[in-house]
């Protein structure tokens, strides 16, 4: 007999005696068999990153970030009950969501621009109040600091 032959003849008895064996046998062939339904790990990575392009983001171009943030913007009308005291900027879909929201609408106007299309991603930049009568005490946040400033407090030197 060859040398290839016998080497042959050996793994092929080998792995009838891995899969035959009386004890774990049974478990292996159960595993062999799942790998076989499922595909390989090298084919299911494959897969995995074709669906994966699918959603892959890709750059946004400045035009659709203006209509984006002009969607946003019509929209804050139907969510808040003050859409002027929020600041909406846009780049590369990355939406950024600023000034004064009362605590209540918050949550329903981050899910709700999160679900447009064209959102990459939500930055949450807003103050959010809990009395509907302090949206019209506070004024806009200071460039030099990111916190709101009742009237009467000290004024932020410019």
Known sequence: MRPIGTLGAMAAGALAMYYLDPELGAQRRRLLAELVRSGLPRERRTQRQRLRAYHR???ADPQSDADLRDQIQTRLG???SHPGAIDV???DGVVR???RVLAKER???LEQVQQMPGVQKLVNAMTSLDDPQDMGRYREPHAADGDPVLPGEPQPAS
Do not use: A, F, H, K
Request: no cysteine; aromatic share 0%; net charge neutral.
């Open 107 to 109: 949550e329903g106007l």
């Open 89 to 91: 900027s846009v780049s």
């Open 97 to 99: 969501l600023g000034g």
């Open 78 to 80: 139907r969510l808040v």
């Open 57 to 59: 983001i890709t750059q």
